[in-house]
């Protein structure tokens, strides 16, 4: 079997401090994009455009509704 490479262009980052490490602590609610924002990274979103508005949808065979007494 061949040892798996990362595509070209890119790179592994792997933890500092093992989870089975005496120096790691637990912390609950950790805001992951927050640490990764530390090291210069920012979310793909940032740079998309905002999403297009909503199309109303007029379906004449669709009718409403009516209360049944």
């Known amino acids: 079997m061949t040892k798996w490479m990362p595509p070209e262009g890119t790179k ?3 933890p500092s401090v093992r989870v089975t490490s005496e120096n790691f602590k637990y912390q609950r609610g950790a805001d992951v994009q927050a640490t990764w ?4 990274w920012t979310p793909p979103s940032v ?3 905002p999403p297009p ?9 669709i009718k409403p509704l009516r209360a049944v007494k």
């Open 12 to 14: 592994i980052t792997m």
């Open 37 to 40: 924002r530390k090291a210069g």
């Open 47 to 49: 740079t998309l455009p």
């Open 53 to 61: 508005p909503e199309k109303e949808v007029n379906l004449p065979f």
